[in-house]
């Protein structure tokens, strides 16, 4: 036996791109895009992607270069996912709602060498490419067109680039697409959502993207010929998969460029959707709709990303979803781990189910092993539900490692483990249930207090839209709960800060109840859904809770009106003894092009009950521009 080694025919790289290949022979007449009217069959896919591809090497793209791709759910979205590595190149999906600034740094750390962008993030590209340095060369642009669409793309730009449908009408359909020469070769470089402020560049093979591709396919039970909606951004995390995964199954990617409450029920009563995928943001937002209605057939929808609420689970499920949860990151190209239903759970009653729904669950088929350990011993943890310790995971779909970034591989890749950051518990039947990311733990006189959990408690308000809890600093305890809400809309009396702390009282120990609660229109978070809490914690840090009111008054002839508008907690917060906030409302200024905003938020130093100073957030520094605020109105908080 030991004299037998694998040979060639037994050693095939692993790929998902074959599933293309394999969709256009089985399933070649059936539909593999709808969008709007316009509808694609898997032979006409296959066709599509492979003169992508042939026309990306005739266009100077070699093999293991990066192509960046800046688009929403649209069918060129969809075909890059396989034309660009069809081509040898290696993929790169940006998050379209970064900033210029971001994406220019993005690109240049990939050393990029074409763009592709849909037309309505072309400024945003177009700017992103004016901050490279002089001395960098800077990558093509294939514009993405959108006949569907009334808006049309400008008529010419000042740099080099051609369009999408040019590359498909010119491209050759018989390329014989490229190979990778070994499984472990790159496929994907994607950048994390930016949850804690730092992007790094994971990068997976051609064996990891697989491997997750069929783990995928057989953990949810994704049938033949499914109808999926695409309802989670392709460009994150190359929507876990399920791009290689329709195609495998010879599904039908109804595809969407806007993810709306109204669009997605009607979607999903005019093409009978099967199946869609999203974070625990597009239940809430499905759930909250006026649109909201009890489905006509049950949709399988799959949420990760952040832990679901228990009380979102339930309002889902009542309407005809059938929620599946798991848990992943980017560094393991998807979820590795789903809460495996059990069928005496069918029982119990609705609470109790949402809440056993609410874990992440064991790990999918064909991932290896997944534990709870001490991080300062190694060692795993009690499975008693209550002891804390950091989630570690190994297995086939975990990243190569941080492009460029030897430093940050080996931080998170230690003893056989990729630890995430992450903390969570293990109950007694096996199952994992992640209680917060480890910066988002609040540690307050000692005590270990899980932001999850007093937003769990605070999403079953009948008020509440939206919430995040972070930690706020503390003179006394270290550090103490500070909760951010958004309410529903139209509702006939809104809770002030002390319901919403009583309503907590009622449901949790006191230790855990939110000594501030802040009201927000809508919580800053990434395109993804997931809310961005490093934001959060930094306006928290200037929040103080003898201050909290609501008052109105005269911004005074002192006060000067900044060039542009500030970006709300975009950058750290250079440390100022700041006592209040204002919201400041300007009902005329000149000129109009430099002063672009009705609303901003500005921060004010005080001298005893007098304002002398107005800082903007994210300059740390006193507004000092040459037109006065005299007389303009202002909100107090």
Known sequence: M?????????????????????AATVYGDCPSIIYNSTTYTWSQTYRRCLKVASSLSSNGIKPGQVVSVVAPNVPAMYELQFAVPMSGAILNNINTRLDARTISILLR????????????????????LSLFPPETPCPALGLITDEEEEASPPPSLAVDFCTYESMVEKGDPEFKWVQPQSEWDPMVLNYTSGTTSAPKGVVQSHRGTFTITIGSLIDWSLPKQAVYLWTLPIFHANGWSYPWGMAAVGGTNICLRRVEAPTIYSLIKRHGVTHMCGAPVVLNMLTNSPNAERLQNPVQILTGGAPPPSAVLFRAESLGFVVSHGYG????AGLVTSCAWKPKWNTFPASERAILKSRQGVPIVGFTEMGVVDP??????????????????RGGSV???????????????KDGWFYTGDVGVLHSDGYLEVKDRSKDVIISGGENISSVEIESVLYTHPAVNEA??????????????????SLKNGLP????????????????????????VVFKDELPKTSTGKIQKYLLREYAKVVDSSKVKMATGQVGSGFYLPLRSPRWLQTPFIPAPISTSICVSIPRCRPVSLYNFSQSTFFAKTRGSEIFSIFQKNQGTVLHQPHRLGNTHARFF
Do not use: Q
């Open 468 to 485: 995040a809890v972070v930690a706020r600093p503390d003179e006394f305890w270290g550090e103490t709960p500070c909760a951010f809400v």
């Open 376 to 393: 300062n011993t190694g060692k795993s943890v009690e499975r008693d539900g209550v002891s804390l310790g950091e989630v570690v995971l």
């Open 109 to 128: 750390h990939s050393e990029s060498k074409l763009v592709f962008v849909d037309y309505l993030s072309l400024d945003v590209i177009l700017e992103a």
């Open 493 to 516: 009396h809104k809770p002030g800060e002390k319901d919403i702390i009583d309503y907590c009282r009622e449901k949790m120990a006191h230790y855990m109840v939110p000594k501030i």
């Open 2 to 22: 030991e004299e037998l080694k694998p040979m060639p025919p037994s050693s095939c790289p692993f790929t998902p791109i074959g599933f293309l290949e394999r």
């Open 399 to 413: 990243m190569l490692g941080y492009f460029k970034d030897p430093l940050g591989t080996s931080m998170c890749m």
């Open 329 to 332: 990151l980017t560094e393991t």
